[in-house]
Nanobody, 114 residues
Framework: QVQLVESGGGLVQPGGSLRLSCAAS????????MAWYRQAPGKQREWVAT?????????DYTDSVKGRFTISRDSAKKTVYLQMNSLKPEDTAVYYC??????WGQGTQVTVSS
């Protein structure tokens, strides 16, 4: 069992930046990867980014956020981050962190609007 708590969401203007955090606790000894997903109103939850939690490498992103978002981790703090730059209105969603396949946080709302 891994407990995940997201934070850092909020309202930001188009072109702005936010950094989301996902603090992990519990049985994280064997965690291999962590991911960020998002769910916009009326849409299914979609994958955003993945990181190898153990090494901090092997990152991957969905095409729509490549070059704008960066996933990283701080193993000492047991925290995964999603740095989001050049935000667009279409990035508006509830963002969730996940330890695949089935451990999810509660989500944090990101709204990109002027």
């Amino acid at each position: 069992q891994v407990q995940l708590v997201e934070s850092g969401g909020g309202l930001v203007q188009p072109g702005g930046s936010l950094r989301l955090s996902c603090a992990a606790s519990g049985s994280i000894f064997s965690v291999n990867s962590m991911a960020w997903y998002r769910q916009a109103p009326g849409k299914q939850r979609e994958w955003v980014a993945t990181i190898n939690y153990f090494t901090g490498g092997s990152t991957d992103y969905t095409d729509s956020v490549k070059g704008r978002f960066t996933i990283s981790r701080d193993s000492a703090k047991k925290t995964v981050y999603l740095q989001m730059n050049s935000l667009k209105p279409e990035d508006t969603a509830v963002y969730y962190c996940c330890v695949p396949p089935s451990n999810w946080g509660q989500g944090t709302q990101v709204t990109v609007s002027s």
